[in-house]
């Protein structure tokens, strides 16, 4: 198992722009070398069920929700063992509080396949 630790959830004004953090506490590199791992992002709006963001596997390929491309941006720093997730034009409908995930095996797109959790940062959006 891995420990994850979310971070940059705040509140900001529509149109407006978030990084969040996702610090592991595994060496990232020894992870995505792995033969099968994968980072995601999934959030939860108040009253509804938890969603796909956004994933990255052990091969580094990012995928985006459709309904986020061209908005949500997923990537990695190996070297500082994190995950980020580069969120911009952000909407009203954008407000959830986000959870940085992993998964030891194949990504997928149903929250409950997931094996680690962080504890999750609110992002509000006005």
């Known amino acids: 198992h891995v420990q994850l630790v979310e971070s940059g959830g705040d509140s900001v004004l529509a149109g407006g722009s978030l990084r969040l953090s996702c610090a592991s506490s595994?060496?990232?590199?020894?992870?995505?070398?792995?033969?099968?791992?994968?980072m995601g992002w999934f959030r939860r709006a108040p009253g509804k069920e938890r969603e796909k963001v956004a994933t990255?596997?052990?091969?580094?390929?990012?995928v985006v929700a459709d309904s986020l491309k061209g908005r949500f941006i997923i990537s990695s720093d190996d070297a500082k063992n994190t995950v980020y997730l580069q969120m911009n034009s952000l909407k009203p409908e954008d407000t959830s509080v986000y959870y940085c995930a992993a998964r030891w095996s194949r990504c997928s797109s149903d929250w409950r396949d997931w094996d680690d959790w962080g504890q999750g940062t609110q992002v509000t959006v006005s």
């Open positions: 990255l596997d052990s091969d580094g390929r990012p």
């Open positions: 595994e060496y990232m590199a020894s992870i995505f070398r792995a033969s099968s791992f994968c």
